[in-house]
Nanobody, 124 residues
Framework: QVQLVESGGGLVQAGDSLRLSCVAS????????MAWFRQAPGKERELLAA????????YYIDSVKGRFIISRDNAKSTVALQMNSLKSEDTAVYYC?????????????????WGQGTQVTVSS
């Protein structure tokens, strides 16, 4: 499995931007599809965006499409989530995940590696 460490969370105001980063180690990074999830208090963990190993294909849920951008740098073994126009409802713990295929990484039950999470708090 690949080990993942997220960073970049914090407290921001509504309308601000924030960039999350996730560094991977332990395996060939380009062999893994990556995804970002979030979990708000009392809610289930939800998929936000996913990207294939090559970076050629990306997927977003409707609520973040146009506001969030997922990207990866295989040379640096990192995946990022650029979050713009943040809203109070974006407040959650954000996790990156990895799996051998994009189908598996998009499912919370089959994503094989998880980071520890980073807190994002958006004040209104």
């Amino acid at each position: 499995q690949v080990q993942l460490v997220e960073s970049g969370g914090g407290l921001v105001q509504a309308g601000d931007s924030l960039r999350l980063s996730c560094v991977a180690s332990g395996r060939t990074f380009s062999n893994y599809a990556m995804a970002w999830f979030r979990q708000a208090p009392g809610k289930e963990r939800e998929l936000l965006a996913a990207i294939t190993g090559s970076g050629g294909n990306k997927y977003y849920i409707d609520s973040v499409k146009g506001r969030f951008i997922i990207s990866r740098d295989n040379a640096k073994s990192t995946v990022a989530l650029q979050m713009n126009s943040l809203k109070s409802e974006d407040t959650a713990v954000y996790y990156c995940a990895a799996a051998p295929t994009i189908a598996k990484v998009m499912d919370v039950l089959t994503a094989s590696s998880w980071g520890q999470g980073t807190q994002v708090t958006v004040s209104s």
